[in-house]
């Protein structure tokens, strides 16, 4: 796409971006002279301002913007005062974006008459992915008439050139040009990254790179004029809301300030290259237009003291106002879920058993019918297969392939883009193929997904559901047969869910659906179809349409016999997932002793059941099939014994698979690796000695 300028731009709009050009260098200098008081990191836009309000004033109510730390000027061009910035400048409790939680610049609002931003973190390029996802579920919400627009938006995607080089960047653009999304991609090109120089990070900009992207529009412009990147944006920005297709824009800048206040231009920058870049000033270059233009210099220099005394009134004030309170430091972990009791008819009369793999096909069908907001996407979960495991067959086929479709071998976007397609109002249910492959999508899920609803300060919780196969049995092999729980719940601010059964499993898929936080739901591949020996009942009678099972809600499967127990002669044995089945085989071997608990869910997790069986039986064992050492199990065992030191007649154990890198494929040493019921009969048989 060709950028040629040819419409004059208003006095009106040029003297408006001069004097914010003024107020972002006043905050830049204010932010300078007080240095002891700014003590939290913190960049300015300096040297962009041009191309950042150029954006800024196209956008309507109706759009989507996700800035960069570097896009002061974006703000300030959208509406937000110098004060309000200066709020999260500060850290302080008013802080509109999140409560004096995040850094300066990483905004996120839901403000009506403004354009919308979700929140997004400080790793560069990662808000591609979740601000690409606000740009699919905008086409979702136009291709259903789930919503009416007054104009049809717009979603501004900012970052700087030496982030385009991320792996998940291209992973966004690949997945806007493949389905013609209507998105900008704005990259700011000043020639840095941190210390890094163009030479030193890149073969190319990002107009050069992008070329091969088919379906990606593109235009290059000097970022620094402000008349032309009005020109250019303008252009830009009616051409994505009319003809609906992707477009990246490299624009030319200059980095005049510091890159953060915590890294000064002066430890890697020479007087040359500052001089270089101060000889593009957005502010002289547009100040040296309105006098030329006829602009009388004192109205100018009016503007730069009226924007400079604005500011210190702002600093002044947002110095002054309230820290956070402590208390608040717990505030907005997870929003409020609706699904707190067991509802619905669990077995019904006459009810036929099911496997577990049909369970979620029913479950999700179920929803999908009832909600034009669902829809399912992943690799291979379209109708031609339906799933390696024929996890999601017949979906495609009674839903279409706008709303059950297949992507391409992107774990990231996969898991990312449910940030943005939540935010527009979706329910994003995806897939990743192997737990063993979720590894390029923990990026995703870490920086952007698990903490939205904490640093948004409550605006944007993440609602999605996240299937995930899992574990081994059967020769799987060492990247098809992994256990990666432990990982997940190192995460703060996601749930999983481990069902055992086909009814928890509905119930529980019900449940993360209607939960606005975001949701893994671990399956275990064995238990899919009751293929290994002695999981028969995995298979349960299914649950009506309106079961809804709660996270965080464990379940004793066996008792222990009462009178054994009073005796101290029991043990419990707190487990999920594939342990159920070897626990409830061993338990056999004990006439009554051993008492079997099944957690369902990790996080949240059922503790106040775990103690209080514990503090009945003295003894516990808690099973998994991960590898014990620094494992959820071990962490979860030391809770036990915190909790219940001194109602134990013995330590608490934990039994897992061998500490191996991974499964080996060799169907006699996955077997040595893995637990069993006659290994955990040996290990409850020790116990029980105590």
Wanted: charged letters at 25%.
């Amino acid at each position: 796409m060709e950028n040629t300028l040819h419409e004059k731009v208003s006095q009106d709009i040029l003297l408006k971006a001069y004097n914010h050009m003024m107020l972002a260098k006043a905050m830049a200098d204010v932010y300078e002279e007080n240095r002891n008081i700014c003590k939290y990191v913190h960049s300015t836009s300096r040297g962009h301002e041009a191309i950042q309000l150029a954006t800024a004033y196209q956008l309507k109510k109706e759009d989507w913007v996700s800035p960069y730390y570097r896009d002061e000027s974006i703000l300030l061009g959208i509406g937000f005062e110098p004060y309000q910035l200066m709020l999260q400048l500060l850290a302080k409790a008013d802080d509109p974006f999140s409560g004096g939680r995040s850094y300066y610049s990483h905004p996120s609002s839901r403000n009506e008459k403004m354009p919308k931003i979700i929140h997004q973190s400080s790793a560069t390029g990662m808000q591609t992915i979740p601000t690409t996802g606000v740009a699919q579920g905008i086409k979702y919400i136009q291709e259903f008439n789930l919503q009416h627009f007054e104009n049809n938006p717009v979603v501004i995607c900012s970052l700087g050139d030496n982030s385009v080089t991320e792996g998940e960047v291209s992973e966004a653009l690949q997945f806007a040009a493949l389905h013609q999304l209507p998105i900008i991609f704005l990259v700011q090109d000043n020639e840095w990254g941190i210390s890094v120089t163009k030479d030193e990070a890149r073969t190319c900009d990002a107009y050069d790179f992008v070329a091969g992207f088919t379906g990606l529009g593109r235009m290059r412009v000097d970022g620094t004029d402000f008349a032309e990147s009005f020109e250019a944006m303008k252009k830009a920005v009616d051409f994505v809301r009319t003809e609906r297709k992707p477009l990246v824009v490299c624009a030319k800048t200059v980095l005049i300030g510091h890159h953060t206040s915590g890294v000064r231009r002066e430890f890697y920058r020479d007087e040359e290259d500052l001089t270089k870049h101060r000889a593009k000033d957005p502010g002289e270059i547009l100040r040296k237009q309105l006098l030329d233009g006829g602009i009388d210099e004192e109205l100018l220099k009016q503007i730069t003291k009226k924007a400079r005394l604005e500011v210190e009134e702002a600093f002044e004030r947002a110095k002054n106002a309230e820290d956070p309170k402590p208390e608040t430091v717990t505030n907005h972990i997870f929003a409020p879920t609706p699904i707190t009791e067991e509802s619905g008819t669990r077995e019904p009369a006459g009810g036929e058993k099911i496997v577990m793999v049909d369970a979620a096909i029913h479950a999700i069908q179920e929803l999908m019918w009832k909600h034009p907001e669902a829809l399912l996407y992943g690799q291979d979960v379209g109708e031609r297969i339906g799933g390696v495991f024929r996890e999601t067959v017949t979906l495609g086929k009674k839903f279409g392939n706008k709303r059950v479709f297949n992507t391409a071998i992107q774990e990231a976007y996969i898991i990312g883009s449910t940030a943005g397609m939540s935010a527009v109002g979706l329910k994003p249910i995806v897939e990743v193929q192997f737990a063993d492959y979720i590894y390029p999508g923990i990026n995703q899920l870490i920086t952007e997904i698990s903490k939205s609803n904490y640093l948004s300060n409550g605006k944007y919780p993440v609602s999605n559901i996240i299937r995930v196969p899992i574990g081994a049995y059967g020769g799987g092999g060492p990247y098809h047969s992994g256990s990666v729980e432990s990982i997940l719940a190192n995460i703060k601010g996601i749930k999983i869910a481990y069902p055992s059964n086909a009814a928890d499993f509905k119930g529980l898929l019900k449940a993360a659906y209607y939960d606005p936080n975001p949701v893994i739901m671990l399956e275990h591949k064995g238990l899919y179809w009751s293929k290994v020996p002695g999981t028969e009942d995995a298979k349960t009678v299914e649950p009506a349409e309106d079961y809804i099972l709660p996270f965080g809600k464990g379940k004793v499967i066996i008792e222990a016999d009462q009178e054994e127990t009073e005796k101290g002669r029991t043990l419990l044995v707190v487990t999920y997932g594939m342990g159920v089945y070897w626990a409830k085989e061993a338990a056999r071997n004990f006439d009554g002793r051993v008492e079997v608990i099944d957690l369902r869910t990790l996080i949240p997790l059922d503790e106040e059941l775990v103690f209080e069986r514990v503090k009945a039986h003295g003894k516990c064992m808690v099973l998994t099939e991960e590898q014990l050492n620094n494992s959820f199990a071990e962490a979860f065992a030391h809770r036990i014994s915190k909790n219940c030191f001194k109602y134990l007649d013995a330590p608490v154990e934990t039994m897992g698979s061998l500490d191996l890198p991974a499964v080996p494929i060799n169907l006699v040493l996955e077997k040595e690796m893995l637990p069993n019921a006659e290994k955990l009969t040996k290990k409850i048989e020790e116990m029980l000695k105590y």
